[in-house]
């Protein structure tokens, strides 16, 4: 019986009761309580056994424990890896220069120099020729917002393929680059383009399919080397309001045009000094006030280009009197606009050619559509 006021079963051990832990803490005394009940026994957990893993080929008892698989594996693959760099590496790395040679992308090339310092060793280009004409192949595509930067780790007669686009930052390359856009002058520059070079080095740097538009500052400005445009437009960034010279020589640079078209400028190309040299070969002037202009003498070749005046003070060649050079199958929109009131100077060759002869010169050149567009454009009155 229960005493009446007192429990006969502590709070405690009622707590405990209740978690099932009944034989250990209350003991025998707490079975058929009344308040509790009959303790349930307690059953044993199963045990389950895994199975084995498969043998996987292994012999009887040879089967590697978890922790050694993957260093054997590991090992074999160092082994793997070590004899076929040993084949590419082997003699004079013959096979090596072969498969990097289809590699016709710089940064990967870059990425393969960074391997190994044996790698870095076969891809210096100063220490082997196989190295310097894996390099001479490759293109180095420089991507938007950060392309000039990646101009900098480059060399003499890199290649350099520009993405479409707008690049408004200023350039300025201190060495011979061969610098492509985008096809149908998808790439723009709108900043200010500077090259240097030396010219007893005897590489020609190379700009082909760039679009460059400019007002307040030359678009190309050459303070030395050898440079060639190949289907290139210079163009005013105000339309039809005249910008400053597109090109401006310096410091002795040479520089040859092939089928490029400068458009709305004071004047297409502006010599400098009398160490300059220009070549211009089926190119097409527009709207410039002065085509070719040689302030100090220098040396100037043209032959199959078109100058169009709309102006009456518009000249195609305004060259000072110690200029020297030869002028061939070129002629202007207007009757006397290519020299103006001025004559050829003693030290030029002029052969005046037929306005036919000049089509048929624009289109061996792949520049006839461009050419004979201009010369049936309407003169200025």
Wanted: with cysteine; proline share 7%.
């Amino acid at each position: 019986q229960i005493a009446p006021g007192r429990p006969a079963v502590s709070r405690k051990r009622c707590a405990a009761a209740a978690g099932g832990d009944d034989r250990q803490r209350l003991g025998p005394a707490s079975e058929g309580s009344p308040l509790h009940g009959p303790v349930s026994p307690q059953l044993p957990l199963p045990t389950v056994k895994s199975p084995m893993p498969p043998r996987l080929g292994y012999s009887k008892g040879a089967i590697p424990s978890p922790a050694r698989a993957p260093r054997a594996a590991a090992a074999a693959a160092c082994a793997s890896s070590s004899l076929c760099r040993w084949v590419l590496e082997h003699g004079n790395a013959e096979l090596f220069y072969t498969v990097l040679l289809f590699l016709d992308d710089a940064w990967a090339l870059r990425a393969a120099s960074c391997v190994c310092s044996g790698w870095r060793r076969l891809l210096d280009r100063a220490a082997a020729d196989g190295a310097a004409a894996i390099w001479s192949a490759s293109t180095l595509t420089a991507p938007r917002g950060r392309g000039w930067a990646s101009l900098r780790a480059t060399r003499p007669g890199d290649k350099v393929r520009l993405l479409p686009g707008s690049f408004p930052s200023p350039l300025e390359l201190s060495h011979p680059l061969e610098l492509t856009g985008a096809p149908g002058h998808a790439t723009h520059l709108t900043g200010p383009l500077i090259l240097r070079g030396s010219s007893t080095a005897g590489r020609v740097g190379l700009l082909r399919s760039l679009h460059l538009s400019h007002f307040y500052n030359p678009a190309v400005t050459l303070l030395g080397g050898a440079w060639r445009f190949e289907g290139c437009t210079i163009d005013s960034s105000r339309r039809t309001a005249r910008a400053v010279a597109g090109v401006v020589l310096r410091g002795g640079a040479s520089l040859e045009l092939v089928g490029c078209t400068i458009i709305s400028a004071s004047a297409a190309v502006n010599l400098c000094e009398a160490g300059c040299a220009l070549t211009a070969t089926s190119s097409c002037f527009r709207n410039v006030k002065s085509g070719v202009l040689c302030e100090r003498g220098g040396s100037v070749t043209v032959f199959g280009c078109r100058f169009d005046a709309l102006s009456g003070s518009d000249v195609g060649l305004r060259l000072s009197a110690d200029t020297t050079g030869d002028v061939r199958a070129s002629s202007a929109s207007r009757p006397g606009a290519l020299w103006g009131r001025m004559a050829p100077p003693p030290g030029v060759v002029f052969v005046e050619a037929a306005e036919e002869d000049v089509d048929v010169v624009a289109v061996e050149a792949g520049m006839g559509g461009m050419l004979l567009h201009a010369a049936g454009a309407p003169q200025a009155a």
